[in-house]
């Protein structure tokens, strides 16, 4: 089942890069491949859109988002150190 749903998303959404469409139009294109054999799946609506994302990104060639998984940063990435977020109140 995994391997379906891993084969339908991906497979859709190359076929949106192959077609040209934006990334809102290949979300349409992949929610109709999925929705009739996945739509019933726990938390479906709440991760489809990353899901969408990051299928889009890689048929696109964009790894970034693959990359920063495995811990690589990317240039505009500084450490969390350097994001200077406010300081906690004890």
Known sequence: MT????TT???????SVVKGRTLKEAFAAI???MDTKFGSFA???HCLPFNVARAFDEASG???????DRGA???????PASLNYPAKRS
């Open 31 to 33: 929610r109709e491949a």
């Open 73 to 79: 940063r990317s240039p505009d990435v500084g450490s």
């Open 9 to 15: 998303l991906y497979g859709a959404a190359e076929m």
């Open 3 to 6: 391997r379906d749903f891993v």
């Open 62 to 68: 964009n790894r970034r988002s693959c990359d920063l």
């Open 43 to 45: 938390i479906y609506e």
